[in-house]
């Protein structure tokens, strides 16, 4: 019955009259026929079990029946339904097996079962003669311990299937065809003997799928008092958020582990259907609340929830004499087993010479008892060498189907706990990396759940569509690198996604202004808006979408706020933005620059920027900041990270130098040149940075520093081929001093070729110093045949002694840059694929 629905309402939502009045507006409102499973109204099965357990000790408790009396009665009255001619019956039972059970000082676990079962009952009699108030249709109360089969294991049923499916069909098909709404009694069934059994823990939950599956029903939604499933226990992180959707199998670990979600039988029914299950509100009705299904929402967020299991206690049975041994585990667990104990989590040394488990601590005693009577002899004979209790212990649970398509989510479990200071007793991971559970002591399982729910970004704000297929982007300055990059990333977006399996997609652009973010990608249109104003030489702040501010990190910090798709800032600003690069890689964002002042500023900064990206478990790559698109320094990587030492590095590193100076051999005056490389965009916004040889020596210091030199501030020297004291002045004053400058280039330049040479920038380093600036070198040099906008960088280490490694190729312009920018990006999503 493919439009059915079946909804399912817990105590709470039935709580009291003005709740009930809730929920039949609920069910009214459905436009498709309705099933409805109810618990036992808030409190009442708690009642009931007291009572059960206060009969057994031989004291019949006429309060408790008359306060439940009392409850139903003027619940049915403010409804203003006359229900007391069927619930009346029910509290004579009720009084009679409490009463035969106070007489002999017992209760069977029969007796205890139909006696719980009379709390729904009783709600399901109120709710149905609510419902039948209304004109637009009718509703029958009907118990399922008159159909629902189940074994006869009381307090714990389990359904007989095979019969299950016919009984249910048989006993609510032709209500449903009758035009009548089904209000069914949840957590009970009826065992082979027509006895009552309940289902246990989450039993009306199992009622409701069961119900479902038999009836080939479209979805199930449970109907409670929290708005869905929360990434982590609110009350633990205030900051938890609702998670739209959880894959069955995530949903079934979660409950296992402690989250007030399905329980995990509830949860096989429907995998075996491919029923959907909604777990909504019933206080906030308009909210989505969190879809359980056989979906998988992988790769944006591999980690859906964390959870955690308190009062647990660790056994370890230890011994060298286990080592090899085989049976030892299988003795072990059963031994548990057989004294009804429950595994919770077990660890084991690939020797087996360590068998580590979790049990409950109320269980402890009892576990140690029966492994040592288990293993005496081993224990005498020293096979064993101990039996250890260890109590006071939390499982933490870090729960997604996502873990196992994305690598290094265990590295960034463990590195948050290590900078949380929370100590590992054990760990636990299933071979197919849908959950990462391990051992706390107890009273760090709150900081725990704290630092992987941060470090994980969970506290994020869902934006809403599926971001599997995308990796977000945030532009800090939208200059000319900045809208080619954009540019670039459109129009490559089919080869990305054909070569990665997703493709980049820019979400925020910033520039000193202010910024413009969407969360869902900002569209054609709105980055071509940016474009204009930025290329008639406007600000961001021009347009109607920005917000305006002057901090940097205001893009980082609200874009970081929603639950983006593998964000990456990449930084192609020129202003000091080391802070913000700490903030970024901090708050779980990679990192691409091509801004060289936050890593050629003072060391103590780049040395942070390394630790922050290593602690937090973020890629930082800065291939731009010296080659543009040239691979120099992933070179210089690649030989130290294979054990080369480095000896000298030599080369011209600026396109723009080169440019310029291979453009005045053919005696062309320098202001022509400028003007040139300018409108090409060859040079800095401020030429002053280039000329002066500033841009050079930042590329060579952040070179010597991924080469692992260890260079004191007084032995770097720098020589512009302007002089360095105009570097502080703007654009518009140098721009009027540049005629003058015709001359003096010129006179170096003929000076040069006077001593047989050709005149290059050049920058040489090496474990002592770092030289940076114009000299004469042979034309038929690597270093003298240079022209254009080429770069040429010659490595000398202990594996390249007698001849040089070279990297050579075009290292200035904005499409060569934002190749370089967008090369780091790929290398991001392959390494996080």
Not at 35 to 46: E, H, K
Not at 203 to 224: F, K, P, Q
Not at 267 to 289: C, K, N
Not at 390 to 417: C, D, E, K, P, S
Request: proline fraction near 4%; glycine fraction near 8%.
């Amino acid at each position: 019955m493919a439009n059915l629905k079946v909804y399912k309402f817990g105590g709470t939502s039935l709580a009291s009259a003005d709740r009930m009045q809730r929920v039949a507006t609920l069910i009214r409102s459905s436009t498709q026929p309705v099933v409805v499973v109810v618990s036992a109204m808030a409190g009442v099965t708690d009642s009931l079990t007291a009572a059960a357990g206060r009969a057994a000790e031989g004291v019949l408790d006429r309060d408790a029946l008359e306060a439940l009396r009392r409850l139903h009665t003027e619940t049915a009255t403010t409804l203003g339904v006359d229900v007391a001619d069927i619930i009346e019956p029910l509290f004579v039972e009720l009084e009679e097996l409490l009463g035969a059970a106070a007489a002999v000082g017992a209760i069977s676990p029969r007796s205890r079962d139909r006696l719980l079962a009379t709390g729904e009952k009783l709600s399901t009699r109120l709710l149905a003669a609510l419902l039948a108030t209304d004109d637009s249709g009718s509703a029958t109360a009907i118990d399922a311990d008159t159909f629902l089969e189940t074994d006869d294991r009381f307090g714990a049923a389990s359904p007989v299937f095979g019969v299950i499916d016919r009984s249910v069909e048989a006993a609510l098909r032709p209500v449903l065809k009758a035009g009548t709404t089904p209000v069914v009694t949840g957590f009970c069934g009826r065992a082979p003997g027509g006895e009552t059994t309940t289902l246990g823990r989450g039993g009306s939950d199992y009622s409701a799928t069961l119900i479902a599956v038999a009836l080939g029903a479209s979805d199930v939604t449970i109907w409670t008092d929290v708005p869905g499933v929360f990434s982590a226990n609110p009350t633990i992180v205030p900051d938890a958020r609702i998670v739209t959707q959880l894959n069955y199998r995530e949903a079934a670990e979660l409950s296992y582990y402690g989250a007030k979600v399905l329980h995990p039988r509830t949860i096989q029914p429907l995998i075996d259907s491919g029923i959907a299950t909604r777990i909504r509100s019933t206080f906030d009705p308009e909210a989505p609340g969190t879809l359980v299904d056989g979906k998988m929402t992988a790769g944006s967020h591999p980690v859906k929830a964390v959870s955690a299991v308190p009062a647990q206690a660790l056994i370890s049975v230890e011994g060298t004499g286990m080592a090899g041994v085989p049976g030892i585990a299988a003795r072990i667990f059963r031994t548990l087993a057989d004294e009804d104990i429950s595994v919770t989590m077990i660890s084991q040394s690939s020797a087996e010479s360590s068998v580590c488990m979790a049990i409950p601590e109320e269980r402890a005693a009892d576990a140690e008892v029966a492994l040592r009577r288990a293993f005496r002899l081993d224990l005498a004979h020293a096979d064993v060498d101990d039996v250890r209790i260890q109590t006071g212990i939390a499982l933490v649970a870090v729960v997604g189907l996502g873990m196992n398509h994305t690598r290094g989510i265990a590295g960034r479990v463990f590195a948050a706990l290590s900078r949380a200071n929370v100590n590992v007793v054990a760990i636990a991971q299933g071979a197919s990396e849908l959950n990462i559970t391990f051992a706390v002591e107890q009273d760090d399982s709150a900081r725990a759940i704290r630092a992987v729910h941060e470090a994980f970004g969970l506290h994020r704000i869902d934006p809403g569509t599926d971001n599997a297929d995308h990796v977000d982007l945030l532009l800090l300055g939208y200059g000319r690198i900045g809208r080619a990059l954009a540019t670039l990333v459109r129009e490559r977006h089919d080869a990305i996604r054909t070569r990665f399996g997703r493709t980049p997609r820019v979400v925020g652009i910033a520039d000193r202004s202010g910024y413009v973010f969407d969360p869902n990608g900002l569209s054609v249109d709105a980055l071509q808006r940016a474009t204009d104003a930025k290329e008639r030489g406007a600000a961001l702040a021009e347009l109607s979408e920005c917000v305006r501010t002057d901090d940097a990190g205001e893009l980082l910090r609200t874009a970081l706020s929603y639950r983006l798709a593998r964000p990456i800032v990449v930084d192609v600003s020129d202003g000091d933005t080391r802070t913000v690069h700490l903030e970024a890689l901090e708050r779980g964002a990679d990192l691409v620059t091509a801004n060289k002042v936050p890593l050629a500023g003072p060391v103590e900064g780049y040395r942070a920027l390394v630790a922050a990206a290593e602690r937090s478990g973020r890629l930082l790559r800065k291939e731009a900041t010296v080659g543009a698109g040239l691979p120099v320094v992933d070179t210089v990587e690649h030989l130290c990270a294979t054990g080369d030492r480095l000896a000298r590095i030599e080369g011209c590193l600026s396109g723009t130098l080169t440019y310029v100076l291979s453009q005045l051999e053919t005696g062309r005056p320098f202001a022509e040149v400028l003007a040139e490389a300018d409108a090409r965009g060859y040079i800095e916004p401020n030429p002053l940075v280039d000329l002066s040889g500033e841009d050079v020596l930042r590329k060579a210091i952040i070179l010597s520093r991924v080469a692992g030199f260890e260079i004191d501030d007084a032995q770097i020297h720098c020589r512009g081929l302007v002089d360095r004291s105009l570097l502080g002045s703007d654009r518009a004053t140098f721009m009027k001093l540049v005629p003058q400058l015709n001359e003096t280039l010129a006179q170096q330049v003929t000076d040069a070729r006077a001593a047989g040479a050709v005149l290059r920038y050049v920058a040489t380093l090496d474990d002592r110093t770092i030289d940076v600036g114009p000299q004469p070198v042979d034309p038929n040099s690597p270093l003298g045949t240079l022209s254009g906008t080429d770069n040429l960088v010659l490595i000398r280490s202990e594996r390249y002694d007698q001849s040089p490694l070279v990297v050579s190729g075009p290292g200035a312009g904005v499409p060569v840059t934002a190749m370089g920018v967008l090369t780091d990006i790929l290398r991001i999503m392959a390494e996080r694929t």
